[in-house]
């Protein structure tokens, strides 16, 4: 067991890989409800509005925009910019055309990896299928 202070309220507790204690985590998971409800009632309302009726700070909200954990719908105002570059959107940390670049750059070779791997597996099945039907044929000849 490791004890560690919380990053947000400062109180010791036991450290499972979270910088903040159980209470803070819970205390997001409320928060986080409280926005999304705001913005499914609201979904014009701008950041500041939804921070101050709701409580949560705008680093808050910013925050679990950027972990797509909140997405905003297609006409409300943007709240968040590119990373890359500075295009508005309304979740995330890119736009769609950085993400893309981002990984096609980054996961060259995990995308290839993916691809062999369906392939084998289709390959499996294939087999499976074909030594059935041998089976078949082995059957109805005899
Ligand atoms: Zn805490
Ligand atoms: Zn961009």
């Known amino acids: 067991m490791q004890l560690r202070n919380c990053r947000r309220c400062g109180k010791l507790f036991n450290y499972v890989g979270k910088p ?11 928060d986080f ?22 409580g949560v700070s705008v680093k808050k909200i910013t925050k679990f ?6 997405e905003l719908a297609e006409d409300s105002p943007a709240w968040l910019t590119c990373e890359s570059c500075g295009v508005e959107i309304r979740t ?12 096609n750059n980054i996961g060259q070779y995990s995308s290839l990896d993916k691809d ?27």
């Not at 940390?93 to 993400?99: A, I, P, T, Y």
């Open 116 to 142: 062999k791997n369906k392939e084998d597996a289709i390959d499996i099945k294939r087999t499976n299928y074909n030594s059935k039907m041998h089976l078949r044929h082995h059957l109805e000849k005899d």
């Open 65 to 70: 925009l950027k972990e797509e954990r909140l």
């Open 33 to 54: 409800e409280l926005v999304k409800a705001y913005i499914y009632d609201h979904p014009k309302a701008t950041i500041t509005e939804v921070s101050k009726e709701t």
């Open 20 to 30: 903040i204690c159980n209470e803070c985590v819970q205390q997001d998971e409320k």
């Open 92 to 103: 995330g940390r890119f736009c769609k055309e950085c993400s893309m670049r981002l990984k």
